[in-house]
Antibody, heavy 119, light 111 residues
Framework: QVTLRESGPALVEPKETLTLTCTFS??????????VSWIRQPPGKALEWLAR???????FYSPSLKTRLTISKDTSKSQVVLRMTKMDPVDTGTYYC???????????WGQGTMVTVAS | QAVLTQPPSVSGTPGQRVTISCSGS????????VFWYQQFPGTAPKLLIY???RRPSGVPDRFSGSTSGTSASLAISGLRSEDEADYYC????????????FGGGTKLTVL
């Protein structure tokens, strides 16, 4: 069974750096065609893709957030980590960790973790 | 501001057929597959349609996807009350270094 679980702080102060960890099981990130993405959703608003870590260690970022994001993996722990610098209240929302399968679909989603940016 | 354009809301009565449109450009829908996701309040989205017109196992055949040029559509036939949810389209965009784009979401109300 494929599962992903997000973890990280529920509250972050403005200008601080957010670090979110995605712990996954049931698949290998080294499998051809597989990747893990981070997607966020502000309260009452649309989904927004942030970043992706591919099976071959290639990374992709949202152009509008690229300068603030870093995505990495810890193979030994089956984890993908997202760092977002200079947090602002507009970054408040639910952050999802999602697997992309070899058909390019976001096929398995984590439950999401709510992050509030406030002082 | 979402890159893909969807109507904010659509509605229909039980048994009806409704469609949700998704408009993009040559760098995303015009050149890549479209994916559709269904989201109920307070839950994570669920894959509904992949590679423009394919359904994952377990998704009823009442749901269908299609594309034409730089636009895509999700059709729901035999509308049921449990279909009331938010629907999002998504596609890979080839511009710059490549990135995923989503639509702004469409709220489906079953009257």
């Amino acid at each position: 069974q494929v599962t992903l679980r997000e973890s990280g702080p529920a509250l972050v102060e403005p200008k601080e750096t957010l670090t979110l960890t995605c712990t996954f099981s049931g698949f290998l990130l080294s499998t051809s065609g597989v990747s893990v993405s981070w997607i966020r959703q502000p309260p009452g608003k649309a989904l927004e893709w942030l970043a992706r870590f591919d099976w071959d260690d290639e990374t992709f970022y949202s152009p509008s957030l690229k300068t603030r994001l870093t995505i990495s993996k810890d193979t030994s722990k089956s984890q993908v980590v997202l760092r977002m610098t200079k947090m602002d209240p507009v970054d408040t929302g639910t952050y999802y960790c999602v697997r992309t399968n070899d058909l390019d679909a976001f096929d398995v989603w984590g439950q999401g973790t709510m992050v509030t940016v406030a002082s | 501001q979402a890159v893909l354009t969807q109507p904010p809301s659509v509605s229909g009565t039980p048994g009806q057929r409704v469609t949700i449109s998704c408009s993009g450009s040559s760098s995303n829908i015009g050149d890549n597959y479209v994916f559709w996701y269904q989201q109920f309040p307070g839950t994570a989205p669920k894959l509904l349609i992949y590679r423009s017109d394919r359904r994952p196992s377990g998704v009823p055949d009442r749901f269908s996807g299609s594309t034409s040029g730089t636009s895509a559509s999700l059709a729901i036939s035999g509308l049921r009350s449990e279909d009331e949810a938010d629907y999002y389209c998504a596609a890979w965009d080839d511009s710059l270094s490549g990135f995923w784009v989503f639509g702004g979401g469409t709220k489906l109300t079953v009257l």
